[in-house]
Each structure stands twice: as C-alpha cells, then as structure tokens.
C-alpha cells in the first residue's frame, strides 16, 4: 500500500474458555478489524461467512454472541501477533523485526484441552513456527497444526465456496 504510513498495532485479547479444544490462529487484524475491534470485520472477510456453513452461527447476529457460539463449539480465536508495525491491512506488510508474538504458553496452560490447531493463512502459520515453536513449552505440547486458505479478501485466488471447503477439515 504505497503511502501509507506504518504504525505499531496491538492485536485483541484471545477468546478462549478453559473448554476450549480447538485454536483458529491468524496473524494480525486488519485496519478493519481494529478500527471496529472485532475479530474478520472486514464485510469481504469470510472468516464468518464459513463459520455459519461450519457450524451455523449466523454471520449478521451480534459479535459478541457469535464469539460465545464460538466458545460453544470449543473454539478458540486469537491471532500469532500481539503486537507488530505495519502500514495496511496486508500480512506482507509486517515488519518482521517488529513482530512480538502472543503468549502461548498461558494460553495452553489455561485451555490445556487444545489439540489442534488451525492456521488462517500461511503468514500465521510461518510466525508461529518460526517464533513460537521455538519455545520449548509450546514446543513439548501435543497439538496437531494445520494451515488452511486465508479467509482475507486479499486471498482473491480462491472463491467462498473453495475457502468453504478448505475449512471442512475444522468439522473431521
């Protein structure tokens, strides 16, 4: 995105119970998402789109309560970045000496029931392996990884219903 200025961004709190079986990890909201503080805020993001195919939370219902539909089904949500800069909303756009990763380590000791792990997009399943796979706790844990498309509009090689059926590996 030329001309846009880099700023440092925070990412959201994850959303999480301690029943909690399954993480869906992105890397770092978009401008959309934070500007409105909502995880896959984006109208284009299909993100939500694929949780009502999934697992029919309606995608126009309240965030607040898709997020504990969400946590109904035993899923968790978060993002790899905690904090990084970048200009834009696009993934190549991180500065990668910026990234500070989310703490992973709390997060499988509070839902110690998490046993797979899905990736949304291939830049969150690169952060995680290189910075925190490297962290012997994390590392050690049983846990199952798999990257599936990116639900980010940006991802415009793939149509809904092909993300759809990537995504079907959340539901086997």
Known sequence: ???????????????????????????MPGVASLQQQQYYAHP???????????????????????????????????DVVHQCVRA???????????????DFETLFEY???IKQVYFNGGKAANLYK?????????????IQYTQLPSTSPANARLSIAQKIAGWQQLRA
């Open 111 to 113: 839902c110690r029931g």
């Open 44 to 78: 284009r993001n299909a993100f939500w789109k694929i949780m009502q195919q999934l697992y029919d939370i309606p995608a126009d219902i309240d965030y607040r309560q898709r997020l504990e539909c969400l946590k109904a089904h035993k899923i968790a949500l978060w």
């Open 1 to 27: 995105m030329s001309g846009a200025l880099s700023a440092v961004l925070t990412g959201f709190d994850c959303v999480a119970d301690q029943h909690a079986e399954i993480l869906i990890l992105g890397s």
């Open 130 to 142: 290189k910075q925190v796979l490297t962290i012997p706790a994390v590392a050690s844990r049983s």
């Open 88 to 102: 834009g909303s696009l993934d190549s756009s991180i500065e990668a000496g910026s990234v500070q990763v989310n």
